[in-house]
């Protein structure tokens, strides 16, 4: 079983256009993640939620909007998608403050 | 605003050579993690580094921290092929949110 897994793994639309990533973890913990990596691999966190809560919310443009239904999922929403958003998302978990984080497969989303 | 820095960036080394690579943060932290990326692929947790002076191998590898210097290290013992990757480490910034500032990776890539 995949412990946290994401949808779609490509993405390829047109700028302008509204997306989401989805998100599930099963390893039954509190702490989700969201990171941008980009072309030259730098990872940046953009976003966590602690049980359904948002603790981090980095300096990324409001078109970026995570969703949090339950503990074992964490979506993110992109409006009017931009050039500058193609990039690689990595969503993450972890079972509380203070553990390692464990990384989903990676979503890549390329903007044309 | 805690900074993380590697280096080398890309590290070119023959298979059974031994080589380091340095991970050097600009504020305290005592939370360290080294994590191995594949082309293409997710993020590999390798170690988790909790304390001052802790050390942990795995294999060919060896990670070790050094709160006061804020250094981390990455130890490759008589290295493999397999070993071709791109190591980041990562920096928790001291806070109750446990969020993590990544290095800029090493890009390893061993010659046969």
């Known amino acids: 079983d995949t412990a946290v897994s994401q949808t779609p793994k490509y993405l390829v639309t047109q700028m302008g256009n509204d997306k989401s990533i989805k998100c599930e973890q099963n390893l039954g913990h509190d702490t989700m993640y969201w990171y941008k990596q980009d072309s030259k691999k730098f990872l940046k966190i953009m976003f966590s939620?602690?049980?359904?809560?948002?603790?981090i919310n980095e300096t990324v443009p409001n078109r970026f909007s995570p969703k949090s239904p339950d503990k074992a999922h964490l979506n993110l929403h992109i409006n009017s998608l931009e050039l500058g958003d193609s990039a690689v998302y990595f969503c993450?978990?972890?079972?509380?403050?203070?553990?390692?984080?464990?990384f989903g497969p990676g979503t890549r989303l390329t903007v044309t | 605003e805690l900074k993380v820095e590697q280096n080398p960036l890309f590290l070119s080394m023959q298979e059974g050579k031994n080589y380091t690579i340095y991970c050097n943060y600009s504020t305290t932290s005592d939370r360290l993690y080294w994590y191995r990326q594949d082309p293409g692929k997710s993020l590999e947790s390798l170690f988790v580094?909790?304390?001052?002076?802790a050390v942990k191998q795995e294999g060919r590898l060896m990670a070790s921290l050094d709160t006061k210097a804020r250094l981390s290290t990455l130890h490759i013992t008589a290295a493999v092929h397999d070993l071709s990757a791109t190591y980041f480490c990562a920096v928790d910034d001291g806070g109750a949110t446990n969020k993590l500032i990544f290095g800029t990776g090493t890009l390893l890539a061993v010659q046969p």
């Open positions: 993450a978990s972890s079972p509380m403050s203070n553990y390692e984080q464990y």
């Open positions: 580094l909790l304390s001052n002076g």
């Open positions: 939620y602690n049980n359904k809560e948002l603790i």
